[in-house]
């Protein structure tokens, strides 16, 4: 494998299990993720010829991940990119909302230079912690003279941020590409790069600084379709104060995006209320595709959680227009 040669790599830290410590010394399974900076979770790697720089940009469990965070990464991972001397941006963050931060910045790239996520199923005083080992491998693949794009380091494998989806609460296969390919593998102690990143995206984008100024999160809500499913969920989320209104749905939609009659009929009125409603799929893989009797809302090829974040930019982008005119 060849490495760039005397690369600068800014390491970013938003928390997440992989900074987590054990409430109990006792149950290893019971803590709090965020708890430990960035420094302290460089002090387990070994950084070998690569120069680093590393900077907390939160602390933070990553169900709570929303626009000021996002924000201050995108600040510091532009700024990143932009210096000289830097090479390669690893980020470390929870696993739970990793999926839609990774989106995030795929969408905002492409990046001159790779953006490598990475993070851990077990907190770091864990007898078995995996953070140590995904952040030395993020930390090689960041320096990999083939490595582009932004991807997510897990395991010895290493997913394109497209792709990727939580889709285990298994502390080893926790992540998956579905039927993508994997960005890169490691194969006897080294990286092995398999494929480029997919082309960035097509649905509206707000600007970069459009969006490190809006000062509110476009609502956006996911609605899952299933057997016993009522829509009354959607009349609900219309008639909420105008300060907390939905602005756009996502539908979760049985197999290739299928619900029922009444949730056709419900959508049809969030829509004609102005409400962007997009539809994708329960099922980890595979697109939604035109049904016989269904007319509301717009198949997307996204899982509902990357949906969810497309569509709140989308809606950011329109905003930024708005504001233009
Ligand atoms: N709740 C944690 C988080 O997303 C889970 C993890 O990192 O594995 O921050």
């Known amino acids: 494998m060849s490495l760039k040669i005397n690369a600068k790599i800014v390491v970013l830290g938003t928390g997440g299990t992989i900074a987590g410590v054990r409430s109990n010394p006792d149950s290893p399974?019971?803590?709090?993720?965020?708890?430990?900076?960035?420094?302290?979770?460089?002090?387990?790697?070994?950084l070998g010829n690569s120069s680093v720089e590393f900077h907390d940009v939160a602390q933070i469990d990553s169900k709570n991940m929303g626009l000021p965070i996002w924000q201050s990464l995108l600040r510091a991972v532009s700024k990143a990119q932009a210096r000289q001397d830097v090479a390669a941006v690893v980020i470390t963050h929870g696993t739970d909302t990793l999926e839609e931060t990774a989106y995030l910045l795929h969408a905002f790239g492409p990046w001159p230079k790779p953006v490598v996520m990475t993070c851990a199923m077990r907190?770091?005083?864990?007898?078995?912690?995996?953070?140590?080992a995904n952040l030395q491998d993020a930390l090689l693949l960041a320096q990999h003279a083939q490595a582009s794009g932004v991807c997510v380091v897990f395991n010895a494998l290493a997913h394109h941020a497209l792709h990727v989806q939580k889709i285990s609460t298994d502390p080893l296969t926790?992540?998956?590409?579905?039927?993508?390919?994997?960005?890169?593998e490691k194969r006897h102690g080294d990286w092995a790069w398999l494929s480029s990143p997919p082309d960035s995206i097509?649905?509206?984008?707000?600007?970069?600084?459009?969006?490190?100024?809006?000062?509110?999160?476009?609502?956006?809500e996911w609605l899952t379709h299933h057997a016993g499913s009522g829509s009354?969920?959607?009349?609900?989320?219309?008639?909420?104060?105008s300060n907390t209104r939905v602005r756009g749905l996502v539908m979760a939609g049985t197999g290739a995006g299928t619900f029922k009659d009444a949730w056709d009929a419900a959508l049809g009125k969030a829509i004609g209320s102005g409400v962007k409603v997009w539809i994708s799929s329960r099922c980890a893989w595979g697109k939604p595709l035109p049904q016989a009797h269904q007319k509301s809302g717009?198949?997307?090829?996204l899982p509902?959680?990357?949906?969810?974040?497309?569509?709140?930019?989308?809606?950011?982008?329109?905003?930024?227009e708005r504001s233009a005119l």
């Open 29 to 46: 399974d019971i803590y709090e993720s965020g708890r430990l900076g960035i420094a302290d979770l460089m002090g387990e790697v070994m």
């Open 123 to 132: 907190p770091a005083d864990h007898p078995m912690a995996d953070g140590p």
């Open 174 to 184: 926790a992540f998956s590409s579905g039927f993508a390919p994997l960005a890169a």
């Open 202 to 220: 097509t649905f509206q984008m707000p600007t970069l600084s459009g969006f490190l100024g809006a000062a509110q999160w476009p609502r956006v």
């Open 232 to 241: 009354e969920w959607v009349e609900a989320l219309l008639s909420a104060p």
């Open 298 to 301: 717009e198949l997307v090829d």
């Open 304 to 320: 509902p959680a990357k949906a969810c974040m497309a569509l709140a930019l989308a809606l950011l982008a329109r905003d930024e």
